[in-house]
């Protein structure tokens, strides 16, 4: 099962002006970001069955990020 | 720059039961999960700052993702 790697969720948290990161921060913030894409991805799903379509469109994703 | 990899992004969106998935589909949700990431780690940021700490902390994670 392929995880969001930590080296992106660190350049995030560096961006946002993290200096120093304790390791279950990092991790904590993966998971964190990955039910929320969960959220989002089963939205998205339910959008396009809505639409009569199977296949997902970037359309669906704006719908379940903005409702 | 690491961005986060389409591969578990198209995990997260399989295992919420998508068969279909448009690449712009996928592209989108990724934006929309740094995002939110972003702005979990500018609150996890303020949440150490505020507990006079300069490592961010999981609980620190954890107060940005609840409050």
Redesign the interface.
Known sequence: ?????L???D???R????????E??K???RT???E???E???D??RA?EHADR?????E???LA?EV
């Open positions: 099962m392929s995880r969001i790697p080296a992106p969720i350049r995030i948290m961006k946002a002006g993290a200096d120093r990161i304790s279950d921060a991790q904590r913030l964190a970001v990955e929320l894409g969960d989002i991805a089963e998205s799903d396009a199977k296949t997902i469109r970037k669906d994703i704006d990020v």
